[in-house]
């Protein structure tokens, strides 16, 4: 059995002459559609950004900015130079050039976001809030929404949590060239400084059930119908994000233009477009099946190994507040206190196999958005423990949440396993230092 010879074969029709029913209704992209029953926007986010963070900007009120750009060229760890698509944030300076993974957005829970995308130049784009619940035409999904040039996208997030929002037009590859960013779901009062808390640093609060784990001081249980902005949540004094990622030099020697991999529009847009014109010919339309990954990175830092190898990143790696939605101090690298309530937030960017270990017992809180134990799906899951060295299986856009407090200090890694997706070939280990002093 071979990819040319398989044991089954599924009957497949050919696109020919049926290229119109992949290519949706507002391309070409420079459409820019108007927002079905537009609302007036609430989050208070953008403000807050503009007033903490120097020479920041809020140019449309209340209103996240988000432009998609490519062909930017990101040095990795042994100095080769990768071209990478970028996310940036026109109104914060440190994001002007964009960045990777994009700015991380935060919002409270229960606010009216407006999320104004623009995309630079063809080939046009989409953003898709991963496990935001919007209507379909603000889901963002190529194929099932429209790819615009310009378009403000409006959701209300109604349950606190871990997010993302990344590119889903050519998915596979918008993804993987760095087209994502992290998406946190705070709650509704995170951003208001009316009782006189710092809304820009720690210790913040997400939801989670903890009834059952009185090690975590400060959790309040109650009702979510209340109306206190913190029933079902619990406070954390220090912050990690871990976004898990892997990169394949090939795929970008393969695509070494934006619009490699799109067809090439007719005068009929949907109707007579080329699906092989822009390609270089050797790979074709489809260029993206075969992975082969060989550098690897946590929250857009290198893991400076090559295939085979066992690395560290460095102690003491934060995000920028700039890059954070204005909350200073988000760690990478884990440096904390003894008795501190540490969350980690983790989204599996890769495509590999990842395997995620704690040299100390964790508390899983919530997977994919959504707290455990915590209502409407209260009655059906429930927070768990993985014990310190048992390995956490992740598969892509997956996000986990969970929370680590110890009374002893500790100085070790969390450790990221990559394995070929298809051979199970041990590809990396990729460790991150948590320091408990
Ligand atoms: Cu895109």
Known sequence: MSFTNPGYKIPRRSVVGHEGEWVKSFDPPKESPPTPELLNPTNPVPAFVAATIPGATNLIPFTQRLHLMHGTDLTMWDGRKLGFFFIQNPDVPESANGSFPGPTVRIP?????????????????????????????????????????????????????SY????????????????????????????DPSDGKNV?????????????????PGFIGGNLESGDPHAMTVPYDVEALWVIDDIDSAWREQADHAHQTFPKMGDEPGVNDDFHENDSGSYDFFAFHDYNPDYFVVTGVNFPGRIGST???????????????????????????????????LLCAAYTKVKVTFPIDVVVIALDGRSL??????????????????????????RLDVLIRSNRSLSSFGQIEYRHHLSDAFLLNGRIPIVIK
Request: proline share 9%.
């Open 311 to 345: 690395v560290s990143i460095r102690p003491g790696l934060t995000v920028p507040a700039a890059l954070n939605s204005g909350v200073a101090g988000m760690q990478i690298s884990v440096n904390a206190r003894r008795n501190q309530t540490i969350l980690v937030r």
């Open 373 to 398: 134990g915590v209502p409407p799906f209260g009655r059906y899951n429930q927070p768990y423990t993985v014990p310190a060295g048992k390995p956490i299986e992740m598969s892509t856009a997956q």
């Open 109 to 161: 829970r229960g606010v009216v976001f407006h999320g104004e995308v623009y995309g630079h130049g063809q080939p046009p784009h989409t953003i898709h809030w991963h496990g935001i619940e919007p209507t379909a035409m603000n889901d963002g999904v190529g194929h099932t929404s429209f790819e615009a040039g310009e378009y403000t996208y409006q959701w209300q997030p109604n349950h606190i949590g």
């Open 200 to 216: 820009g640093g720690y210790p913040r609060r997400t939801a989670a059930n903890l009834s059952k784990y009185p090690n975590f």
């Open 164 to 191: 993302f929002y990344h590119c889903h037009r050519s998915t596979i590859q918008h993804f993987e060239f760095g087209l994502y960013g992290f998406l946190i779901v705070e709650p509704p009062d995170a951003y």
